[in-house]
């Protein structure tokens, strides 16, 4: 099976901060790896599919990138609203789906 | 509008049944795949079982292999979870999600879950 390695498992950063998070993969999935966001007490949301391509109606400073087994996710202006878990997903080895341990981004 | 209404939830003892509903609205259902995933209470995410539109191509995750089945039943637009023998691990809140589209690729739209909890 499929590990994904999410780091750091939490930070926290100012509004404004630029912030990164990463997700390995134990071998290579190309770019199937997505991103979800999950706000306390809510179902998890789709923000990002196929690495780098953004869901409609995702603000712009979201953004993904990589492929084969590492890949980051970056908010380029920490928001209030951006407190969340953050959880990459991967698909290739179907037909079973592998999600990250999960990110924790709280405002400092 | 999506809608994806989970049902059946519930307290249960160890080693007991219990069958998960998910009533789906807003979209042709027999086109998409469909999910559940769970998370323990204060944990993360947890990928447990999909099926594709046509029930073609059906995945476990390994902590549930054996003892859940995933079904469909598109006349109804609806998705199912069988659990059996079910374990005080199983305990979580189990969502159930829309794919992109026929096959098993990513979760597009989820539903609010349903608690299920095993305790003696």
């Known amino acids: 099976d499929i590990q994904m390695t999410q780091s750091p498992s939490s930070l926290s950063a100012s509004v404004g901060d630029r912030v990164t998070i990463t997700c390995q993969a134990s071998?290579?999935?190309?770019?199937?790896l997505n991103w979800y966001q999950q706000k306390p007490g809510k179902a998890p949301k789709l923000l990002i599919y196929?690495?780098?391509n953004l869901e409609t109606g995702v603000p712009s400073r979201f953004s993904g990138s990589g492929s084969g087994t590492d890949f980051t996710f970056t908010i380029s202006s920490l928001q209030p609203e951006d407190i969340a878990t953050y959880y990459c997903?991967?698909?290739?080895?179907?037909?079973?789906?592998?999600f990250g341990g999960g990110t924790k981004v709280e405002i400092k | 509008e999506v809608q994806l209404v989970e049902s059946g939830g519930g307290l249960v003892q160890p080693g007991r049944s219990l069958r998960l509903s998910c009533a789906a609205s807003?979209?042709?259902?027999?086109?998409?795949?469909m999910h559940w995933v769970r998370q323990a209470p204060g944990k993360g995410l947890e990928w447990v079982s999909g099926?594709?539109?046509?029930?073609?191509?059906?995945g476990y995750a390994d902590s549930v292999k054996g003892r859940f089945t995933i079904s469909r039943d598109n006349a109804k637009n609806s998705l199912y979870l069988q659990m059996n023998s079910l374990r005080a691990e199983d305990t979580a809140l189990y969502y159930c999600?829309?794919?992109?589209?026929?096959?098993?690729?990513?979760?597009?739209?989820w539903g609010q879950g349903t608690l299920v909890t095993v305790s003696s």
């Open positions: 999600a829309k794919d992109r589209g026929r096959f098993l690729e990513w979760l597009e739209y």
């Open positions: 997903q991967q698909y290739d080895n179907l037909p079973r789906l592998t």
């Open positions: 071998q290579d999935i190309s770019n199937y």
């Open positions: 099926i594709s539109w046509n029930s073609g191509s059906i």
């Open positions: 807003g979209f042709t259902f027999d086109d998409y795949a």
């Open positions: 196929d690495a780098s």
